[in-house]
């Protein structure tokens, strides 16, 4: 049985553009499909965020739309209901890489306004990429990369990755209202970003590096760090 390590974001909104804050949280699907996908393998699954604070999900993650009808939408909600992990997560401040087998990293605009800037974030990357144990992120997750950064070059430079992208930011009707574009920081941070089709699954491996482009990469995400597990 391996030991995983969840980062969620403790962010229950994203400060726009104009000042506005968006509200917002962790991406549903993007905890629902790895979290069984794992569990379900029989493994364990640890959940750290900012202070310990108990993640937020974003509500409009758990609507009928977002998920393909309603009762995909009761099945992702089930899966939330039933993790008792999100409701005691550890600090991420505490955390030691060296202690799980994989790290994950969900979506949803939520670390795109704390795991963005987070060096307890940063340095939880940082090590699991060097120690060559599965690290996965996916969608807005790999905003978190960007912290990595400060006051140096990127251990993540020129590792080939992929996450959401600006015509999807701009399909779903927040570009416009953006500080920033992730697609374009992640181009700046120095890594070769793959664009998938929106909304299609698009998973891209470059060593021990998993990510995920949208909500729909989640769960085949999941798979390809299950058979490495």
């Not at 403790?10 to 499909?33: C, I, M, Q, V, Y």
């Not at 409701?87 to 306004?113: F, Q, R, S």
Request: aromatic share 8%.
């Amino acid at each position: 049985m391996a030991k995983i390590l969840f980062v969620l974001t403790s962010a229950d909104h994203w400060t726009l553009n104009d000042g506005t804050k968006h509200p917002t949280g962790f991406w549903a699907e993007e905890f629902a499909a790895p979290y069984e996908a794992f569990t379900s393998a029989g493994h364990e699954v640890v959940i750290a965020s900012p202070g310990a604070v108990a993640p937020p999900v974003d509500r409009g993650s758990l609507s009928a739309d977002a998920n393909g009808g309603q009762e995909a939408a009761d099945r992702v909600a089930a899966i939330l209901d039933g993790a008792t992990e999100l409701k005691n997560p550890i600090d991420l401040a505490t955390v030691n890489p060296a202690d799980y087998d994989a790290v994950y990293y969900p979506g949803g605009h939520g670390p795109m306004e704390d795991l963005v800037v987070n060096t307890d974030s940063a340095r939880v990357l940082t090590e699991t990429l060097s120690s060559g144990k599965p690290l996965a992120i996916v969608c807005h997750g790999p905003a978190a990369l960007l912290a990595t950064a400060q006051g140096g070059e990127s251990p993540f430079r020129g590792y080939a990755i992929t996450a959401f992208t600006n015509s999807e930011e701009i399909q779903a009707g927040l570009a416009d209202k953006a500080p920033w574009l992730l697609q374009d920081r992640l181009d700046e941070l120095g890594v070769t970003f793959d664009e998938g089709t929106p909304w299609s699954p698009n998973v891209v491996v470059d060593r021990n590096l998993y990510t995920g482009q949208n909500p729909a990469s989640s769960a085949p995400l999941a798979q390809r760090v299950l058979k490495v597990l």
